[in-house]
């Protein structure tokens, strides 16, 4: 139904910045798109954005994150400014699609921020 593809992750020091992107190939509407992550256990949400452009983030990064998209690509964005050691993990993109409760997952970029 749906193939996502992430990048963007990397090794970055404390303050710095990275940009993830999620690039979905599919015929389907995308409903919604979550940024989740996992840096141990399960998979916590950090942002998401809908169909209809509404937001909304984990309160670890509200005013640090932002999330995006650029409908022409077909891509979902997560600007991340001011990171924190405590924002390492492993960001997945996650996708869900008009008329299907189904999640579909990108194969997850890794994020160290560290010095």
């Known amino acids: 139904q749906v193939e996502l593809v992430e990048s963007g992750g990397g090794l970055v020091q404390p303050g710095g910045a990275l940009r993830l992107s999620c690039t979905a190939s599919?015929?389907?509407?995308?409903?919604?798109t979550g940024w989740y992550r996992q840096a141990a256990g399960q998979r916590e949400l950090v942002a998401a954005i809908?169909?209809?452009?509404?937001?909304n983030y984990a309160d670890s990064v509200k005013g640090r994150f932002t999330i995006s998209r650029d409908n022409a690509k077909n891509t979902v964005y997560l600007q991340m400014n001011s990171l924190k050691p405590e924002d390492t993990g492993v960001y997945y993109c996650?996708?869900?699609?008009?008329?299907?409760?189904?999640?579909?997952w990108g194969q997850g970029t890794q994020v160290t921020v560290s010095s």
């Open positions: 599919t015929s389907r509407i995308i409903h919604t």
């Open positions: 809908t169909r209809g452009g509404t937001t």
């Open positions: 996650r996708v869900r699609l008009l008329f299907d409760s189904n999640d579909y």
